[in-house]
Each structure stands twice: as structure tokens, then as C-alpha cells.
T-cell receptor, first 115, second 113 residues
Framework: DGGITQSPKYLFRKEGQNVTLSCEQNLNHDAMYWYRQDPGQGLRLIYYSQIVNDFQKGDIAEGYSVSREKKESFPLTVTSAQKNPTAFYLC??????????????FGDGTRLSIL | QKEVEQNSGPLSVPEGAIASLNCTYSDRGSQSFFWYRQYSGKSPELIMFIYSNGDKEDGRFTAQLNKASQYVSLLIRDSQPSDSATYLCAVEVGPGGGNKLTFGTGTQLKVEL
């Protein structure tokens, strides 16, 4: 089955700890994204990547880092510099659109909480 | 002014009625528009996308786009209790898009028996 797999489903972070959220897709999509969703709010873009070995900051990149070493994988690290990391983290991917955007499809998400 | 605005609701409709969800956007250059459905505690699921002015129908769902007035709407015909969810409007931002989307905060829909 083609899809986007995020792991773990739940994650707890201690003070001063970095944690890494995994996102893998087997859809052969070029573009991948990380969003954060807080209760009652829309999705906010953290980072995105349109091609391997390249990525750009989104609207709320501070305290986060990413890598894109393989087309299939786009892990997100929540660093200790992110002081309010508790949120629902969503990974998405899309075919690289030419002209109009192609739809983004989402994984099941990771819920991150502070211990 | 928010880039993408939606009424947070809840919007309550009786089963079998038409639910009308609206979204306005500020970037006049936006070309691509998406509707996602999000059940409580779950990730968003793509319902519809529309690029051209007018209507686009897919089963019980119709997306309507009016670029001159900068609004996009989603109609759900014959609403079912299973349609109860939050509906997110997403709009491409920036010239050429670059695949970046801005999301509204969503409208909560409740379909009542």
C-alpha cells in the first residue's frame, strides 16, 4: 500500500532533550512538508522540501531542524530551543507541481508532549 | 488580516440537508484551492481541489471558486452524521505557489439526526 508513515504516534520529550519525528513515503513524491497543529488552530508550516538535499524554512522554523537525504524520508528534529513543542505534528507529501499546486497528502501524525 | 479565513462554527445542519462551508483568502494571485476533512484526533484528508472559477462536483461534494470575490466554498449535499468533522480550507500562497499552502483554522460541521 502506498502512503505516508509517521512514527512514533506518541512522543514525550524531557526538558533539554532533542527528539526526532520520522516521516517516510512510498508514493514517489518529490515534495515533503512538516506542519504543526495546535488545538483549535489551523496547520502551520515548519519546513518543506521540494527535492532531495534541499529544504526551506516555513513560517515557524525556529527550534526545528530537518534533513532530506533520501527522496522517501524527511525527518524532523524538535530541538531543546523549541520552548513550546507540545502539538500535533503532521507530515505531508505531494507530486512536484508544475504551474498549479498538486494536492498534499498527510500521514497519521505524531503527538508530542512535554514530560 | 488573516490570509485564509473560515468561520470556526460549529455549523449545525440536519441529516439530509445541504451544508455550506465558506472560505475567503487575501492573496489575489492564488491559483489552487483545497478542502480537507479532519476528524477529531486524526490527520486531514483531502476532499476536493479546484483551480478554475466555477463549480467542481465529486459525488456529494461541490467546490465553488470565485476568484474575483476571493472566496471558495464547499457544499455537502445529503449531509450524513459521518460528515461531522472539521473542514479545513487551504490556499496556495506566493507567485507560482511553490507548493506552499496556507490553511484556515477550519469550520466544525455537526450533522444532527
Amino acid at each position: 500500500d502506498g502512503g505516508i508513515t509517521q512514527s512514533p504516534k506518541y512522543l514525550f520529550r524531557k526538558e533539554g532533550q532533542n527528539v526526532t519525528l520520522s516521516c517516510e513515503q512510498n508514493l514517489n513524491h518529490d515534495a515533503m512538508y512538516w506542519y504543526r497543529q495546535d488545538p483549535g488552530q489551523g496547520l502551520r508550516l515548519i519546513y518543506y522540501s521540494q527535492i532531495v538535499n534541499d529544504f526551506q524554512k516555513g513560517d515557524i522554523a525556529e527550534g526545528y531542524s530537518v534533513s532530506r537525504e533520501k527522496k522517501e524520508s524527511f525527518p524532523l528534529t524538535v530541538t531543546s530551543a523549541q520552548k513550546n513543542p507540545t502539538a500535533f505534528y503532521l507530515c505531508a507529501s505531494s507530486i512536484e507541481g508544475r504551474g498549479s499546486n498538486q494536492p498534499q497528502h498527510f500521514g497519521d501524525g505524531t503527538r508530542l508532549s512535554i514530560l | 488580516q488573516k490570509e485564509v479565513e473560515q468561520n470556526s462554527g460549529p455549523l449545525s445542519v440536519p441529516e439530509g440537508a445541504i451544508a455550506s462551508l465558506n472560505c475567503t483568502y487575501s492573496d489575489r494571485g492564488s491559483q489552487s484551492f483545497f478542502w480537507y476533512r479532519q476528524y477529531s484526533g486524526k490527520s486531514p484528508e483531502l476532499i476536493m481541489f479546484i483551480y478554475s472559477n466555477g463549480d467542481k462536483e465529486d459525488g456529494r461534494f461541490t467546490a465553488q471558486l470565485n476568484k474575483a470575490s476571493q472566496y471558495v466554498s464547499l457544499l455537502i449535499r445529503d449531509s450524513q452524521p459521518s460528515d461531522s468533522a472539521t473542514y479545513l480550507c487551504a490556499v496556495e500562497v506566493g507567485p507560482g505557489g511553490g507548493n506552499k499552502l496556507t490553511f484556515g483554522t477550519g469550520t466544525q460541521l455537526k450533522v444532527e439526526l
